[in-house]
């Protein structure tokens, strides 16, 4: 199972670009489907962006597309989130999630707060 550490959140205006990373350590990350999701004050978590092992097909969520992309290094373990124009409503807690077959594993998570 991957243990996964997200790091890049922060405050940032809005209009403003943020990257968050998230590295994995573990066997077989280039198994495992990759995805971010977000959890709002007050709100469930939600599917961000997701992104598949070979091919690299990417999904997102309607509220982002156009302004987030999802990406991964598979040499390095590695999975991305770059997010452009941020708005308000951005503002999360954003966590990464690995699955592969029956496992899946969480990181701790990391803030963004988009306000100026």
């Known amino acids: 199972q991957l243990q996964l550490v997200e790091s890049g959140g922060g405050l940032v205006q809005p209009g403003g670009s943020l990257r968050l990373s998230c590295a994995a350590s573990?066997?077989?990350?280039?198994?495992?489907?990759m995805s971010w999701y977000r959890q709002a004050p007050g709100k469930e978590r939600e599917l961000v962006a997701r992104?598949?092992?070979?091919?690299?097909?990417?999904n997102y969520a309607d509220g982002v597309k156009g302004r987030f992309t999802i990406s991964r290094d598979n040499a390095k373990n590695t999975v991305y989130l770059e997010m452009n124009s941020l708005k308000s409503e951005d503002t999360a807690v954003y966590y990464c999630?690995?699955?592969?077959?029956?496992?899946?594993?969480w990181g701790q998570g990391t803030q963004v707060t988009v306000s100026s």
């Open positions: 999630n690995g699955r592969y077959a029956w496992l899946t594993s």
């Open positions: 992104i598949s092992t070979t091919t690299g097909s990417t």
């Open positions: 573990g066997l077989n990350f280039s198994s495992y489907v």
